[in-house]
């Protein structure tokens, strides 16, 4: 069997310098992420072209790619805050981010991988106690929800668009109070609820009132109208009319003509 031919060491040396060197300038970018390239001869931190997109990448190995994740993302927060009368109140909060992608260079030189608690989650909290402590409790568990979390992220946002970072939404999930405030406020809304409902039956009930008395002064003032209208001639013709068709009646009946009160005549039946 031949010998395998011999490799010379330096042969060897170039081919392991060559296969670091690849190893080295080989940057792969995953799916919904996006880098910056820091180079150290020539300006650190590139600021003036695109970040690097996704897949294979090849740079020199004595510089450096910083991987950020550019999709969606979602932070939790739970805060300690005061209310309007000084009470203790922990709002649990999500919030909707991601940095600007265009500005990724500016954002890694600037502020730094750590922007999310650098930046965004103490101005979340700022913000979260300046807008809770212009509300009493009672607005904070029922009426002003909604008001709140959109006056929270506005304050965010008007501070963080400037830095580099994207918020899409600030969603307040719970308020929760003092045991003894939250029982204090459910007993005043089943109050007030219950004074409602009577407010409504009590309204219900005028209305159903003066129902009737239309009705009523409908019908007194109809039969007033009609009693004024009838004189002693029309009804004795009407009376006539009615003797008349009673007299055609197959029932046995004696008819007895100008027998009754004003001329009338008078029916006497077998009955």
């Known amino acids: 069997m031949d010998r395998l031919p011999k490799i010379a060491l330096p042969t060897v040396v170039v081919i392991i310098l060559v296969f670091i060197l690849i190893s080295k300038s080989a940057i792969n970018i995953g799916a919904g992420e996006a880098g910056v390239l820091w180079k150290r001869f020539s300006g650190g931190v590139v ?9 294979f990448h090849l740079v020199a190995p004595w510089n450096r790619v910083y991987i950020y994740e550019v999709r969606r993302q979602e932070v939790f927060e739970k ?31 600037q502020i730094g991988e750590g922007y999310l608690d ?55 999930r719970d308020v929760t109070l003092p045991p003894t405030i939250k029982e204090a406020i459910e007993r005043k809304l089943k109050q007030e609820q219950e004074s409602l409902e009577y407010e409504f039956r009590l309204v219900t009930a005028e209305k159903e009132a003066e129902r009737q008395r239309i009705e009523a002064q409908g019908k007194a003032d109809a039969n007033k109208i009609l009693s004024a209208s009838l004189t002693d001639k029309i009804l004795q013709d009407k009376g006539i009319e009615a003797t008349l068709k009673l007299s055609q009646s197959p029932n046995a009946k004696v008819v007895v003509v100008g027998s009754g009160d004003d001329g009338l005549p008078l029916i006497l039946g077998n009955n």
């Open 47 to 55: 600021t003036d072209e695109p970040p690097l997109g996704e897949g």
């Open 118 to 172: 650098r930046i965004l989650l103490p101005t979340i909290r700022s913000a979260a106690r300046s807008v809770v402590g212009r509300y009493t409790p009672e607005q904070l568990y029922s009426s002003k929800r909604d008001a709140i979390q959109a006056e929270i992220f506005e304050e965010t946002k008007k501070i963080v668009e400037d830095q580099h970072i994207v918020l899409d939404e600030i969603l307040v």
């Open 79 to 109: 805060m300690k805050v005061l209310s309007s009368n000084g009470l203790d109140i922990q709002l649990d909060a999500s919030a909707w981010y991601m940095p600007k992608y265009g500005e990724l260079g500016q954002l890694h030189q």
